[in-house]
């Protein structure tokens, strides 16, 4: 038996698995929260997400899977907008008869290959109902952030000469400081590009996952949506 979750990149799995770690751990779930696979979408594209939801429908009765797990950004959308792309790649993913989530954290039933039966729920990573991994991730910090808070005068200055950055774009590069400048030792700093760096963000998670704050609220719906897999 095993359960499945569809994240839409390598960074998404990394956090996603370490989350889960610290649910075991700090929550003391009696029967503890296992996720045995990550399916990455490298991205968020409709095609790649009916394409692995097929895929998923071949292999529920193969491999035994009971619950599935759909995350994904809100990004700039509403939760309503959101739950219409993922319904419509589940309609096309199982079938057109297949219920229709209605919204995140709950499950629906679903059929696999020879009417084998699973469960699908669906949750999308955002702050206050916007933004994405990064957006959460700078909302989550746990140590001093200097470097990275530097740069809202940064900000202002670009916005004062007419040009533009996006909040998400200012988020990435907000996350990437932190991790680079302000949570980075000197002696890992030797080795930067792979112990301080948003590229090889398992390396981070592995090592210093104190960096981000793992009892902060904005992470509360995203563990109620774990505890669905208990």
């Given at each position: 038996m095993s359960n499945i979750v569809i994240v839409e990149s390598k960074n998404d799995r990394i956090f996603m698995q370490a989350m889960v770690e610290k649910l075991n751990c700090d929550l003391q779930v009696a029967s503890p929260i296992y996720i045995d696979d990550y399916k990455s979408l490298d991205g968020l594209d409709k095609t790649k997400l009916i394409s692995a939801l097929k895929n998923l429908k071949a292999e529920i009765p193969k491999k035994g899977v009971k619950k599935i797990g759909i995350i994904i950004d809100i990004d700039n959308y509403s939760e309503q907008e959101r739950l219409g792309l993922v319904n419509n790649c589940i309609k096309n993913g199982f079938g057109t008869e297949t219920e229709t989530l209605s919204s995140t954290k709950q499950f629906i039933d679903i059929s696999g290959d020879n009417g084998t039966k699973a469960k699908l729920a669906c949750y999308f990573t955002n702050v206050g109902g916007q933004g994405e991994l990064e957006t959460l991730l700078k909302e989550i910090k746990a140590k001093d952030s200097t470097h990275a808070d530097c740069?809202?005068?940064?900000?202002?200055?670009?916005?004062?000469?007419?040009?533009?950055?996006?909040?998400?774009?200012?988020?990435?590069f907000w996350v990437n400081t932190y991790v680079r400048l302000d949570t980075c030792s000197k002696q890992d700093q030797k080795q930067a590009g792979r112990k301080c760096s948003?590229?090889?963000?398992?390396?981070?998670?592995?090592?210093?996952?104190?960096?981000?704050?793992?009892?902060?609220?904005?992470?509360?719906?995203?563990?109620?949506?774990?505890?669905?897999?208990?």
């Open positions: 740069l809202d005068s940064w900000k202002e200055c670009i916005e004062g000469k007419e040009k533009e950055i996006k909040k998400k774009d200012f988020d990435k948003m590229f090889e963000f398992d390396y981070v998670m592995k090592h210093k996952k104190d960096i981000w704050n793992w009892a902060h609220p904005a992470l509360n719906d995203l563990k109620e949506f774990f505890t669905l897999f208990c």
